[in-house]
């Protein structure tokens, strides 16, 4: 068993009037393989915040706070380390990537984690058997990556991604995000199919319930404000779906 550790995380981001804006306040979680923790919370609340401080995107300001992986602190490591140590995003706004194809793209990242490239036929069995579970035809591998792609073709792109790097843990920011009902379940099957496959740790973020009657969480955190505002199982989701977030929310003070 794997262990992620998220100790009083601290981040700011910069401002276009070069300030520092505070937006996550002391988070603490801790997340083993083989567990699905769903993130919830309100628009403006920190969520997608530390998913890319977890993955190691520059453009956040860690200010204190420890983030550890099996004991070994990852803050002080660049995106690519963190990936080889056993870190997947699942971005909610996968970037495009003109001239470099999805085979291309698959590979290469696979060469980079594991530190040596996959044998061919073998690799192209692989991709193939996933793809076809993500119902994906055979001519996305000659697309360039996420370039004129759906909604769900980003999506399902993101899910191979997954499948095919084998990561300890997965962070899914809002994967659910423009997705219709048939995608959502073909998404979510693949999502499972990874973490029994693997004991893939998940941490999923999402404002719906609707992913997690398809993803079921065994712990559920709403962050409010750069902060764990409360904790609990499956129930607290179903809660929130009733009740929304208004209990958590000052109508006079701003959300961050």
Do not use: C
């Amino acid at each position: 068993m794997s262990t992620l550790e998220i100790r009083d995380l601290h981040v700011s981001v910069e401002t276009d009037q070069g300030e520092e804006k505070p937006i996550l306040r002391g988070i603490d979680l801790t997340i083993n393989t083989d567990e699905i923790h769903a993130i919830m919370g309100p628009n403006g609340s920190g969520k997608s915040t530390l998913a890319y401080s977890i993955a190691g995107h520059p453009g956040y300001i860690i200010k204190q706070g420890s983030v550890k992986l099996d004991g070994e602190e990852l803050l002080d490591k660049p995106a690519d380390v963190r990936a080889r140590a056993g870190l997947f995003l699942a971005m909610q706004y996968p970037v495009e990537i003109p001239g470099v194809t999805v085979s291309n793209f698959l590979r290469t990242a696979k060469t980079a984690i594991d530190g040596k490239a996959p044998r061919l036929r073998d690799w192209l069995r692989e991709v193939k058997g996933s793809m076809k579970e993500l119902r994906m035809s055979d001519d996305f591998l000659e697309r360039n990556v996420n370039e004129n792609f759906s909604g769900g073709e980003k999506k399902r792109h993101e899910i191979l991604q997954m499948e095919l790097l084998k990561p300890k843990f997965a962070i899914l920011d809002e994967t659910d995000s423009g997705l219709d009902v048939d995608a959502l379940r073909i998404v979510s099957e693949g999502v499972n199919r990874v973490r029994e496959a693997n004991h893939t740790g998940l941490l999923l973020i999402t404002h719906y319930t609707r992913i997690l009657r398809y993803i079921k969480p065994q712990f559920v955190h709403v962050i409010v404000k750069g902060r764990v505002a409360e904790e609990g199982g499956p129930e607290l989701a179903v809660r929130l779906e009733d009740e929304g977030y208004d209990r958590f929310l000052d109508p006079n003070e701003a959300l961050v």
